[in-house]
């Protein structure tokens, strides 16, 4: 049983990068580069939602697990 | 009038007319010395130089005379643009001087070319095999353009199927510490974002010397003070590092977890983040 407060670190990080993403998407003149950087993070955003969700699982299943 | 006053007057005059003919014939004029050109411009130096120091009385007629000269030249350039035939008479023809690795005997004795010559004329271009030349063309002017065979040429990206990332010209934002808001404007960026960039360096505007921004709005700078150390912006590799540590987690989470339905969740993003980190990556690696 994977520790929910390891998962939720990686959450943190991801939503660090997702915002580091959007500032260089923000910066750059190369629409190709901004897209790709859009790309990232959408998939970031997928990964995300399904971390939140098995961490919502786990802790209607494992009630000892609630922070 | 004197000789002093004629050979001023009669300077700064000819200043003025070569200027205005040499602006009209544009880039041209300056870069490229066909026939026409050469002869037009010594012509044009001499009449100018003999009437300036007076060898030749009448200032009138030394203008009329490089006025009409270099219309000459200028009409040559828009009748060339119009006709090839006319280019060819004018400018001459390229030709072809090796193809497909050999040397076309005739066409070097048309030229009136030496075999050394033509070596002379190669190793301008570091080739010292004529069995490397795919195809050498002889130019109106009087260079050698060399295609080496494929197997010679450098390796590019496109040859190993390297994906490259894009990259727009970069813009020089601040020239001697006085920031040009015209090319600050073409990089996307505003006076606040540029007081914001060179406070996170702890540079002052009036110590740098050249800033310049990149397509990607990274700011490389350059300060008067050259003992001043400058780290050089690299948020991408610190992500790239980043991106890789939450892909190790999620392969650990999968391999930590008991029940096979959180295994296949935790295998599923780990590759999907592994998809994206290959995407990105060239991006990064700046």
């Known amino acids: 049983m994977t520790i929910v407060s390891d998962v939720n670190q990686l959450i943190s990080t991801i939503k660090g990068i997702e915002a580091q993403l959007s500032l260089m998407a923000l910066s750059t003149t190369v629409p190709e580069a901004s897209k790709t950087f859009h790309d990232t993070m959408l998939v970031l955003g997928e990964i995300k939602t399904d971390l939140q969700n098995r961490i919502t699982h786990i802790e209607i299943k494992n009630p000892q697990h609630k922070s | ?286």
């Open chain 2, 1 to 286: 009038m004197n000789e002093w006053t004629h050979i001023i007057i009669s300077s700064v005059l000819f200043v003025v007319t070569l200027f205005a003919i040499t602006k009209i014939g544009g880039k041209k004029q300056l870069s490229e010395l066909s026939f026409f050109k050469y002869v037009s411009g010594i012509t044009i130096g001499s009449i100018a130089g003999e009437v300036i120091m007076g060898m030749e009385g009448n200032l009138l007629h030394g203008v009329l005379a490089i006025v009409i000269f270099g219309s000459f030249t200028y009409l040559h350039d828009l009748i060339g643009i119009k006709s090839k035939k006319f280019r060819d008479l004018f400018e001459g023809k390229a030709t072809v001087i090796i193809k497909d690795g050999k040397v076309m005997e005739e066409n070097l004795k048309k030229e009136k070319y030496t075999i050394d010559e033509l070596n002379s004329l190669l190793r301008q271009k570091n080739v010292f095999k004529t069995a490397d030349v795919e195809f050498a063309v002889l130019e109106p002017k009087g260079d050698l353009s060399v295609l080496l065979k494929k197997e010679y040429l450098p390796l590019t990206p496109n040859d190993l199927n390297m994906p490259v990332t894009p990259e727009k010209e970069t813009n020089t934002v601040i020239m001697d510490g006085n920031v040009l808001n015209d090319q600050l404007s073409l990089a996307g960026k505003n006076k606040a974002w540029l007081d914001i960039e060179l406070a996170k360096v702890g540079v002052t505007l009036d110590n740098v010397f050249i800033g310049q921004v990149d397509s990607y709005g990274r700011l490389y700078i350059d300060t008067y003070d050259d003992n001043v150390k400058i780290p050089s912006p690299q948020p991408g590799k610190l992500l790239l590092a980043m991106l890789k540590k939450c892909q190790a987690d999620l392969e650990i989470f999968a391999l930590e977890t008991e029940t096979s339905e959180a295994q296949d969740l935790y295998n599923k993003n780990a590759r999907k983040l592994e998809e994206a980190i290959q995407k990105v990556k060239p991006y990064l690696k700046e």
